[in-house]
């Protein structure tokens, strides 16, 4: 599979802990996207990168989140004094924005705090 | 910020008749609506998208019509089988620089009785 890669799959934590995911979008893509997504719930964005600028955040991205795009290729995301209302699947998307092309999702990080 | 209402939140519909999801969108900037599928523990997939200066969109089962006046668009599922059994997501998006992030209704869980 040559799309969008996330790992971990799934990651459990205890509270408190710090996690981080890695994402890597489909290798011409220069715009990625985090999204989060609860049970039930369709995917709420979290923050996007244009090569390395991250242009926008959303405010559910509290001061414990932050993302980086160090090169403009892969991307992390990183939780700080994780709580249990972090449980939810990362979804990492891409997308190649000269070509106005889709958003390419990954398969997600499922995260548990337990 | 752009709201996006999805309905209904289930669906189940006998095998080779139609369905029909709609959504409706806040922010008359909106000018992108794309339709995701997600299967159980599977990534979203776009399935069909629709641009504001088009009406109607088909891709041989799968139709979407959008209605600017009155900001809402629809997917339409013709001869249903049961592989269409998932969880569907609309979206809306300005898709301007800077403003490119989606956002998504809460979901539609369709569900093809054989």
């Known amino acids: 599979d040559t799309g969008v890669s996330q790992n971990p799959r799934h990651k459990i934590t205890k509270r408190g802990q710090n996690v981080t995911f890695r994402c890597d979008p489909i290798?011409?893509?220069?715009?990625l996207y985090w999204y989060r997504q609860t049970l039930g719930q369709g995917p709420e964005f979290l923050t996007y990168f244009q090569n390395e600028a991250q242009l926008e955040k959303s405010r559910l991205l509290s001061d414990r989140f932050s993302a980086e795009r160090p090169k403009g290729s892969f991307s992390t995301l990183e939780i700080q004094r994780t709580e249990q209302g972090d449980s939810a699947m990362y979804l990492c998307?891409?997308?190649?924005?000269?070509?106005?092309?889709?958003?390419?999702f990954g398969q997600g990080t499922r995260l548990t705090v337990v | 910020g752009e709201n996006v209402e999805q309905h209904p939140s289930t669906l189940s519909v006998q095998e080779g008749d139609s369905a029909v999801i709609k959504c409706t969108y806040s922010d008359s900037a909106s000018n992108y609506f794309p339709w995701y599928k997600q299967e159980l523990g599977k990534r979203p997939q776009l399935i069909i998208d629709?641009?504001?200066?088009?009406g109607e969109k088909k891709d041989q089962r799968i139709a979407v019509t959008l209605n600017k006046t009155a900001k809402h668009f629809s997917l339409h599922i013709t001869e249903t089988q049961p592989e269409d059994s998932a969880v569907y997501f609309c979206?809306?998006?300005?898709?301007?620089?800077?403003?490119?992030?989606?956002?998504f209704g809460t979901g539609t869980r369709l569900t093809i009785i054989p």
């Open positions: 290798s011409e893509h220069n715009r």
């Open positions: 979206a809306a998006t300005p898709r301007d620089f800077g403003n490119e992030k989606l956002t």
């Open positions: 629709i641009r504001s200066n088009v």
């Open positions: 998307a891409s997308s190649q924005r000269i070509m106005n092309t889709e958003a390419f």
